[in-house]
């Protein structure tokens, strides 16, 4: 049996995972371990880590790490934190492997740690291009991983021009689209309108056009978000649809995020507007295939968005670098140029299927893989 | 003026780094700051901070952050302390580019806090192969650094293929060269013969001839280091020339060295040697130029001794890929082997030079750049 | 100079040690040095230490230590980080007193510090009897602490009891009543209505006749916030007159709290209620001058309440065993209880002033003790 | 079943808590939970882990907590790094009571985790009286402890007098006395040469008259430890015996006394001298019973001493206040004291058992309280 440990540190995570860690349960060969930590522990990012059990998993550590403060000071510490404490946690596991998802700051932990203890490294969602702090993140962790699941072609080619051993890089596409492929086969059933009534602001109609929101902070502009958060909520009122809107995930600058969000709803501007903070992924899915457009730089526009054909205009750097199909629109911080791209991807209306990330069998494709690679060497050696 | 944060996390690192330390001390617009760290701090690894003093350095924060053990796991978990306060020093200092060096672990520390804080990163000894996981370390710190200074052409060629802008990328050789260089300028001084006495075993005449053994743990062979070191031993017995016996850098698996060591000692077969702990880089400089063979596996017998012109014979993976000059001879860990690569080092006698990790002119170069380079942006991106 | 350094982790710690703070910064015999910490750090606690600034301290350094979750877990958790950062800021500041104020969970780090660090300890606060993990925390640092600073008569007589050299304990009065008694003395400058607007709920007029509500999360009855504070609220509802309701301090089941209000509100039984976060001292202490009648298990109530004479009506287990003046009642978590309570007190108006708790000269009294003791003997030895 | 949860940081606190772990690991109605951490876990503190493991114990989790460089500054930090982990394996083993152990340091971790997480408590070893900051920490312990076991009368009512409630103070002797009885009733098993020879110096004959040195840093008196170590060494060179030398425990300040041993030893004063690391407790145990003299600061001479009837000469600050028996000879650190006092107890030869600190029976007394105790009220209350 081949013990192979997740390590799961946001709801983001999670969906990007889950796929994965429902192949490796099933699988015969394989016996999944599952460490949950930072923001899935906490409940005020929905408490991620009773859903993972809900879904059927059980959990071997718990490990908060995230120090208070949500700046680039606080993200380094709590990167620290989780290093301190994941060498005892693996020492505890001994996994066979470690699987680390994506690029954001707590899997540096992840990735360091294992590297460090000589446990082959595997990780998803490699090679890709992007902005913000994640762009180093990502590369780095590629540097340190032994085994390579990207989601494109382009993200595999990436990686191996970073000095890789072309063997050691599988391109499966994202684990995420597993689970999107799953809701649109199960297109019929309706919303879950209990979830979506949660949150606060005026109550939308979801039967009718309306917009979705979704803007995070970027950790390499601090101290900038209030003023982009506003460029969007200005343009999406001009507009005048109703609109969901999210609340940011916990970043560097994500508190200036959320406070330029209440500064527009304390001025009285929040007409239409609803706010939530998690939706289950489902739920969010089916909103994706529902919604006239998604604004804001979640990842989620332009890869989920990709699979569903969900209009998107991009805003900002966040997402600059990544690979997109054609449903999406780039602009700047800027009222109007939000303004002029929302209205044209109204007009548009759903885009078709594009399977850039993937087609709905990375999990099982990850799982098949770890269960075969047979011997891991774990001394890297840059190829050039 | 321009602030320029400079971490010291242990001798090995001070040596490299120093000269740049002091061509930035002396430079009118930039303000040297120094962070001593790890085993810098510690009386057990000499003490280097009070040497950083001597020198004339202020020490503006120290780190206590080694968590003892010395193991793979007290390695990652020493590298969380690291990365759990430098934030507030980096708050602290404000420095305007931090400076890491090489590819030890505390150097993750270092390059990540920096790096996720915003201030711009700049890294010396990029773009180099070794084994262990310095290998991995050290191109996932490049994939953090915004400036890179490496020490060969070879090395920058690495750098860039790892999609790092050539712009970024100043060849300038190892600043450790510039040391080098200057003691051998002084090449009439004589040995410090207090320093040499101090350690425990016979004494040798430095006068005639004598071999070096400098063998240190490779991480990634963790539980190895007792056979590893034997075989070398017992190859310099055969000898029977005097052997001046290096005690191992703090790493995983060091004290697995040091056992090893011990076990011989106890074993009665010291005849000739002698043990020491550190020595001043000048003292060891000095006898690099002296001694008929340095064996072992110590980055110095491929870098330094490329430009002294020192035998070296080389013994398994801990350097494998570095690029190296004709002074070295690679054999595995085999006692017949090292014998015979050592008499063939003896019967040759010292090198010709070879500038290839640089002409001693590094320190200046580095810090002219700093001082000259305006505008860092921070937001990496990788090239293709 | 004696270098005496303050660690401020908090709001409440702040306006307990500013008085002290001041009369060390005039004083010409020692130099103030300010830590802060924790809490005091957060924009979502109202940024004190900005506050600390804007009261002309200078901040020498800043520690990060809060993890997220405010459970019993992360509370250890937290004081665990400070731990870890204080003695690099003790070893850089190399102060000859360390200051530690009251009995919260980061006062822990701050004392053990100090004291494994041989430097001599001075507290605040110490000898009170209360509720909660504070009451472990109280003592123990007292068995930690040099110079004892209690604040009544019969907390001195209690860490004479616990084993403390009489001639270490110093009975000085509180130095939170030093500001009380100031705001006092200035009664003619009405309230900052723009504070008092901030917050969300309805707004309420301070002209006439309202209610306090000031309850925290009891550490020890963790898991038991919503009910709590559910009791208090539905008895308030009955009494009928505006209510200023404040969000609770960071503390191990302040989220339950922070639910039930959430709750209340959502359930739309909140009209009259006006809902804020922290106030400044001098507010807060006007409101205590003006209110009907103060609910809840705030301290101050008991504290400032006996100085300032506000009627309370003190609910639950948390400041149980404080001495306490006339002005309080004590009840139950059970609305009809309190209801009756707070009746009473509304009929009995506002209460005679009683120096228990201090006259006011504390801060002078504990800086002229600091400066005037010479020798501390860091050995401590248990009176019997 | 009642989870008991041991934190097994050093070598002295495994032999001090032993006989309670066997005999709880035999009661039916307990589960057993060990976590080993500190310098239990490091072979240059002679691998306790892989005793308590040899012991037929299973280890549920192990903390490296050690911050290299024993000083009071690491002692905190290592305290603050436990602190931050243990929380994470007390949620994760779930314990109905944690076992802590005595007053070192790393004891300060296992208590404030177990208290602030509302974990019921239990305190061997309280109550008594010594010098360095263990003295402090042991009495502040004993205000998070909800349960006591004290080794003698006069500990216990101490603890009382501390506030503490009667019914929770159970005088049952200290646990190490269960060991030293088993062994002095298998009083004809020889000595166990092998673990004897081992080490380094000179070798004794066991049979023959010989003195016993042990001596460990005052972390009090920091900075001083070449010069106590030095005058005891002369003062057995004087007395002109064999000596047995045993390395001194971790501790701040352990540096200099190794140093000064070193020191001494490499000054060729060592004739006649051995030198160990550490010595299974049944061998240091028939040591004990035989030696003419035990020299130096242990607990052990004044502890294991009275039930032995070892005659000891107590050096120094270290063990002022603790009850002892008529066989130990109190001197300051003065080689001329040192000398006329160890003539004086080899004179004398052994003395009777004093059963001060227990009968043999402790960890069966603890085991059954700890069984029976059904309720334990987490919110602590002093009693006056």
Redesign the interface.
């Known amino acids: 049996m081949k013990k192979v440990c997740v390590v799961v540190g946001s709801r983001a995570n999670y969906s990007s995972i889950k796929s994965v860690m429902r192949a490796a349960k099933a699988h015969p060969g394989i016996q999944l371990q599952v460490v949950a930590a930072a923001?899935a522990?906490?409940?005020?990012y929905g408490s991620v880590v009773k859903l993972i059990e809900k879904d059927g998993f059980e959990i071997d550590?718990?490990?908060?790490?995230?120090?208070?403060?949500e700046t680039?000071?606080?993200?380094?510490?709590s990167?620290?934190?989780?290093?301190?404490?994941?060498?005892?946690?693996?020492?505890?596991l001994t996994p066979d492997v470690v699987l680390t998802v994506g690029d954001r700051?707590e899997t540096?932990?992840t990735a360091?740690?294992a590297?460090?203890?000589?446990i082959p490294l595997a990780h998803t969602m490699g090679g890709e291009?992007s902005?913000?702090?994640d762009?180093?993140i990502r590369?780095?962790?590629?540097?340190?991983a032994h085994i390579h699941f990207p989601s494109s072609k382009g993200a595999a080619e990436?990686i191996i021009?970073?000095?890789e051993d072309p063997e050691s890089v599988h391109v499966v596409g994202c684990p995420r689209m597993d689970l999107v492929a799953e809701i649109l086969r199960r297109a019929n059933d309706g919303l879950d309108n209990g979830e979506l009534k949660r949150g606060v602001g005026d109550q939308i109609d979801f039967d009718k056009p309306f917009v979705m929101l979704s803007q995070h902070a970027v950790?390499?502009e601090?101290g900038q978000g209030i003023e982009q958060i506003t460029a969007s909520l200005q343009a999406l009122r001009r507009i005048g649809l109703p609109v969901m809107v999210f609340w940011p995930n916990a970043d560097?600058g994500s508190?200036d995020i959320a406070r330029g969000i209440r500064i527009w709803r304390e001025s009285g501007n929040a007409d239409g507007m609803h706010f939530t903070k998690n939706l289950p992924t489902e739920t969010y899915i089916r909103l994706m295939a529902r919604t006239a457009c998604l604004v804001g730089n979640s990842s989620s526009g332009i890869r989920d968005g990709a699979f569903i054909g969900t209009p998107v205009v991009n805003v900002g750097?966040r997402q600059?670098?990544r690979e997109r199909g054609a449903n999406v629109i780039d602009v700047s911080y800027d009222a109007d140029a939000i303004t002029a791209a929302v209205e044209r991807q109204i007009g548009h209306g759903r885009y078709d299927m594009d399977p850039i990330y993937g087609d709905g069998t990375a999990g099982e494709a990850i799982t098949r893989t770890l269960a075969e690679t047979d011997e891991i060497v774990?001394?890297?050696?840059?190829a050039?």
Do not use: C, W
């Not at 774990?378 to 840059?382: A, D, N």
């Open positions: 923001s522990l906490l409940d005020r550590a718990r490990v908060h790490m995230l120090v208070e403060g680039p000071h606080t993200m380094a510490k990167t620290g934190l989780g290093l301190m404490e994941l060498p005892t946690i693996f020492d505890y700051f540096v932990a360091v740690a590297a460090f203890m000589n291009v902005g913000t702090i762009e180093s590369h780095a962790i590629t540097k340190f990436r021009k970073l000095g950790t390499t601090f560097a508190e750097s600059s670098g774990v001394q890297k050696r840059i050039y």
